[in-house]
């Protein structure tokens, strides 16, 4: 979740080396920077907290480079950042001024906090306020405030950071060259954060909002959880709690977690999303940007993809690229990351991001310095562990094959509109999104073996034969599935599957010992709520025994099926507790009880496929 994802991305960054980087750079932050804290007053007299670190070297003009957040901009007080400055270790000896800013009415800055806060484009008066107005004014006190300054102005930020990021570029101000929004939360109703096609995300939000709608405390410098609950195994905790109505009990929020109310209360794709959708308000973009994304994003994926694509359509012209790894949420920003999951990608990757890419950016647009050579897309291709270079993003030479969900477990072959597979869904076993037992999300559910899935009676599995040459797949897929349910709503999950041959997979990195044949290893997958099939706004129910149609569309992928592996996909109807489980009854779910979960057989039918952009074989 945009929670403190941030924060926890030092878990994957304890080997020796990354430490070692980290004190050498504490020691260059205390040797070559002064800091010094400032309120800096906003249109409408609000005053933000800002901590500011500027060189002790005062030889030459440097520009700033911003992070706006809502996860404090600590240490506060004569204390110095201890993990760095600035989106990596060479910008930081590189100098610049560097600015953190609380967000209003986070930590120690004034003001009311409004959730993902939507953008104005018309401002009538100094009290019409949003990000981009909160940002253009920061920057002008920084200019004529802040001595030895070139002039420009950078922004960064991953999650809900990025989205302050990509929240400056309406009516940005004229100072500003280089933005960077990395897997920016874009519009939670759709694809990230909240819901993805109207689907609840459980388990992150119930955990994200416990810390983010806590009590503030210490003058502003943390927060209090809303409540403490103690468990070592989600699935069975969040089954316990029983319909999501519970959530709002008095052991849990208790009613008093004002956006936790907001997400189930607006539970369709109303004005409250549709103003918080920052992706329509992305035109005449003028700073250079630069959005950065990862393959195994849980949260974000979506925002990366759809920011760069939301620019691109409004914006013809500018200066946009985007870089797609397989990292996860902000992996990018540590030093090392040379595997994950099975994976391994045989060099540090985060060496060749930091260093040909987001530095050479900044001081591309902010110094003068170097040369822009960047490609408009930059994409990490797995399987095949490439990075790949394209003048457009998806390609344009990728040609949509589709694969039919077929009789016997055959994925390919033709359509059949009269024959299907059938499975009961049942919301009191719930499909598990990951085979272990884990308190917090699992991360590498993403990559996971779903061969524990497929074991399932409520799992349907289709695969093409061996494949006898590398096949590219690289572009946004398509679901289309015709199914039928003797219920009023359902979900469907698709999944797209990377099946390793009977003898696994001799390059992959396999700390656990796993048995890697026939490994069945998870390339993308997504949900959606089948009432929604025809309007997100307007959400119709099912005719029980009808056949129904929903078409959407999974994430963009970039992926060498090899040879001697398989095709797979996989179809279910719940995904717990990523997930929120569905009533197969068309209601409002928030505030449906517990007897209001019913079994329901569903049935998919044999002219439902997947669209692949094939782009090689």
Not at 305 to 314: D, F, G, N, P, R
Not at 514 to 525: G, K, P, S
């Amino acid at each position: 979740m945009k929670k403190r994802s941030v924060v926890v991305l030092c878990f994957f960054f304890v080997a020796l080396s990354a430490m070692s980087q980290r004190f050498a750079d504490s020691a260059f932050i205390v040797d070559n920077y002064l800091k010094m804290e400032k309120m800096i007053p906003m249109r409408d007299g609000v005053k933000l907290f800002t901590a500011i670190y500027v060189p002790r070297d005062q030889q030459e003009k440097y520009p700033f480079l911003m992070q706006r957040t809502p996860y404090s901009c600590a240490p506060y007080g004569d204390k110095l950042r201890f993990w760095g400055l600035g989106p990596n270790s060479a910008l930081l000896h590189d100098k610049y001024i560097f600015v953190y800013q609380d967000v209003r009415g986070r930590y120690k800055s004034e003001g009311d906090f409004d959730e993902m806060t939507p953008a104005k484009d018309i401002k009538k008066s100094k009290k019409d306020v949003d990000e981009s107005s909160d940002t253009f004014d920061t920057i002008e006190w920084l200019l004529k405030n802040i001595k030895n300054n070139n002039g420009k102005v950078g922004l960064y930020g991953i999650s809900y950071p990025g989205f302050y990021a990509t929240a400056c570029l309406p009516d940005a101000h004229p100072a500003i060259m280089a933005v960077s929004p990395q897997a920016p939360v874009t519009d939670e109703f759709i694809g990230d954060d909240a819901y993805h096609n109207g689907a609840f995300f459980l388990m992150d939000n119930f955990d994200f909002t416990n810390y983010f709608q806590g009590t503030r405390i210490d003058s502003g410098r943390n927060y209090q959880d809303a409540f403490e609950a103690k468990y070592a195994d989600a699935y069975t905790f969040y089954l316990g709690i029983g319909a999501i109505r519970h959530t709002n009990d008095a052991a849990y929020f208790n009613g008093k977690a004002r956006i936790w109310n907001e997400y189930l209360q607006h539970d369709t794709y109303d004005d409250y999303w549709k103003a918080r959708n920052i992706r329509t308000h992305l035109k005449n973009i003028k700073p250079a940007v630069l959005v950065v994304g990862g393959w195994f994003d849980a949260e974000d994926m979506f925002g990366a993809l759809h920011t760069y694509e939301a620019i691109e359509k409004q914006t013809p012209g500018n200066k946009n690229f985007l870089v797609m790894g397989p990292w996860t949420h902000g992996a990018w920003s540590g030093p090392e990351w040379k595997h994950f999951g099975t994976h391994d990608f045989g060099a540090n990757l985060n060496e060749y991001f930091n260093g040909e890419i987001e530095t050479k950016f900044f001081n591309y647009y902010l110094k003068d310095k170097g040369e822009n050579n960047l490609s408009e897309a930059t994409v990490f291709e797995t399987g095949s562990n490439q990075w790949k270079h394209y003048p457009v993003w998806p390609p344009a030479d990728a040609a949509p094959e589709k694969l039919y969900l077929s009789a016997k477990g055959k994925l390919g072959g033709t359509a059949a509109a009269q024959s299907y597979d059938e499975y009961v869904s049942d919301p009191q076993k719930p499909v598990p999104y990951t085979s272990g037992v884990y308190a917090e999300r699992n991360d590498e559910y993403l990559t996971e073996d779903q061969r524990f899935a497929a074991m399932r009676p409520d799992v349907l599995s289709y695969q093409t034969d061996t494949l006898t040459q590398d096949l590219t797949v690289t572009g946004r897929l398509k679901a289309d599935i015709f199914f039928s349910s003797t219920g009023t709503d359902a979900d469907i999950i698709v999944k797209v599957i990377d099946v390793l041959p009977a003898t696994g997979d001799a390059g992959a990195y396999n700390p656990k010992n796993q048995q890697m044949t026939n490994f069945q290893r998870l390339v993308r997958a997504e949900v959606f709520r089948t009432k929604f099939r025809n309007s997100y706004e307007k959400p119709e129910p099912l005719i029980p025994g009808q056949v129904a149609e929903v078409k959407f569309d999974l994430n963009e992928i970039a992926h060498t099926f090899k040879k001697g592996h398989r095709i797979m996909v996989q179809v279910q109807s719940s995904w717990f507790p990523i997930v929120d489980r569905n009533p197969q009854q068309f209601t409002d779910i928030p505030s449906c009880s517990d007897a209001d979960f019913q079994k329901a057989t569903i049935r998919l039918y044999h002219h439902s496929s997947i669209t692949m952009p094939v782009t090689g074989r």
